[in-house]
Structures are given as structure tokens and as C-alpha cells.
Nanobody, 121 residues
Framework: QVQLVESGGGLVQAGGSLTLSCAAS????????MGWYRQAPGKQRELVAL???????NYADSVKGRFTISRDNAKNMVYLQMNSLKPEDTAVYYC???????????????WGQGTQVTVSS
């Protein structure tokens, strides 16, 4: 099995910064992509940022220029540096992993349990 564990959420004032971390553990051959989604109350889960194994990144328009995603392939970790936070960034943030558990297995999707980020105005 594969587990994704997030850390780093919390309460911050508007304009502040937070860094989220996610560690993937278990039987992992490779992580094709890792990233972050978020879900605010009453809204659908949405992509925040994604980084693939080669280093290419993709960001939601709403966070471009404020958030930076990075990963440590050797440690199977992904990070999200969030700057200039806004109240509308308030949500539960979920770590996402597209993982190949063995060299000949298909890629499977895994999710973390979520970490709350609250931005006060």
C-alpha cells in the first residue's frame, strides 16, 4: 500500500505564507506526478499545482505567481510554498500522487487525508 501524509497547514493572516509538505511512503517504484488539490466548503475539489517526474509544473490560474510547487524525488516528497495568501485560499488541501508501485505495474492514484489551511482577513 501507499500512504501520503500532509503537514504544514494552519491559520494565517491574509498576506502571510505557509508551506505544505507531503511524504509518500510504502511500496513505491516511481512517482509519475505529485501535486496538491484543494476543496473549500460547498465547492468541488480543484487542482492547485502539479509537478511531474521531469520537473514540469502546472498551476491553477488563481495561484500563479503566489504558490510554488517542488519535489524531492529521492525522498518521495512534494512541497507547496504558499505566499501572499488570500481568504479565498481557505480550504482543505489534499496531496495527490500518481504512483507506480512496481516496475511492471500500472500507475495508481493516491490521496492524503487533507490538511486545513485557513486564511483570515
Amino acid at each position: 500500500q501507499v500512504q501520503l501524509v500532509e503537514s504544514g497547514g494552519g491559520l494565517v493572516q491574509a498576506g502571510g505564507s505557509l508551506t505544505l509538505s507531503c511524504a509518500a511512503s510504502g511500496t513505491i517504484f516511481s512517482t509519475n506526478a505529485m501535486g496538491w488539490y484543494r476543496q473549500a466548503p460547498g465547492k468541488q475539489r480543484e487542482l492547485v499545482a502539479l509537478i511531474i517526474s521531469g520537473g514540469s509544473t502546472n498551476y491553477a490560474d488563481s495561484v500563479k505567481g503566489r504558490f510554488t510547487i517542488s519535489r524531492d524525488n529521492a525522498k518521495n516528497m512534494v512541497y507547496l510554498q504558499m505566499n501572499s495568501l488570500k481568504p479565498e485560499d481557505t480550504a482543505v488541501y489534499y496531496c495527490y500522487g500518481a504512483v507506480r508501485r512496481r516496475w511492471n505495474s500500472e500507475v495508481s492514484i493516491y490521496w492524503g487525508q487533507g490538511t486545513q489551511v485557513t486564511v483570515s482577513s
